[in-house]
């Protein structure tokens, strides 16, 4: 099956205590994305990556890394989170650009981060 | 960036009665311009896009319309049932694939 995956669902940490968020997909995706949602305020991008080795930032990079060392995965890494970075955050893959024809995102099921 | 407003925020509707969720943008340079559905406990999934050289797409009971020059377009569902109250985002790339998001509109279909 076609389809994003993400690890771990739920994650509940403390501050500064460095994590990771995997993200993969089955689909041989060049673009890959993530995103952090909350009330309000919609998705807005964070970061996002073209092909394997090229990110760059969203729209809301501060805090966060990513690194892209092959096509399948794009792991976000919080290495020193902060109660402002509790939210749900999602990884979105696609196979081309908004500017071809055939363009459509997909969006993995969300990860629901708290940081206390 | 991208500038994206959308309205209304939340919505309810009778069921049967039509829906019609509104985004605004800013860059003129922009050309695609699609809508998600979100579920509880789901991610945004793609419903239907347009992009810039049409001005209306349809799907079934869901359809898109566009208008450039005043830089808005619209969510129209009709027949409305209760599998389609969901949060809608619209949605606008920027340079690359930047993606800038509306804030989102809970549709609630009252039985």
């Known amino acids: 099956e076609a389809q994003v995956t993400q690890n771990p669902r739920y994650l509940i940490t403390v501050t500064g205590k460095k994590l990771t968020v995997t993200c993969s997909q089955n689909?041989?995706?060049?673009?890959m994305s993530w995103y952090r949602q909350d009330p309000g305020l919609g998705l807005r991008q964070i970061y996002y990556?073209?092909?394997?080795?090229?990110?760059d930032k969203g729209d809301v990079p501060e805090g966060y890394k990513v690194s892209r060392k092959e096509k399948r995965n794009f792991p976000l890494i919080l290495e020193s989170p902060s109660p402002n970075q509790t939210s749900l955050y999602f990884c979105?893959?696609?196979?081309?650009?908004?500017?071809?024809?055939?363009?459509?995102?997909?969006f993995g099921p969300g990860t629901r981060l708290t940081v206390t | 960036g991208e500038n994206v407003e959308q309205h209304p925020s939340t919505l309810s509707v009778q069921e049967g009665d039509s829906a019609v969720i509104k985004c605004t943008y800013s860059?003129?340079?922009?050309?695609?311009f699609p809508w998600y559905k979100q579920e509880l406990g789901k991610g945004p999934q793609l419903i239907i896009d347009?992009?810039?050289?049409?001005g209306e797409k349809k799907d079934q009971r869901i359809a898109v319309t566009l208008n450039k020059t005043a830089k808005h377009f619209s969510l129209h569902i009709t027949e409305t049932q209760p599998e389609d109250s969901a949060v809608y985002f619209c949605?606008?790339?920027?340079?690359?694939?930047?993606?800038?998001f509306g804030t989102g509109t809970s549709l609630t279909v009252i039985p």
């Open positions: 979105a893959s696609s196979l081309t650009s908004p500017g071809d024809l055939s363009y459509e995102q997909y």
């Open positions: 689909m041989n995706h060049e673009y």
């Open positions: 990556s073209m092909n394997v080795e090229v990110t």
């Open positions: 860059d003129s340079a922009s050309n695609y």
């Open positions: 347009i992009r810039s050289n049409v």
């Open positions: 949605a606008v790339p920027g340079w690359g694939n930047q993606f800038y």
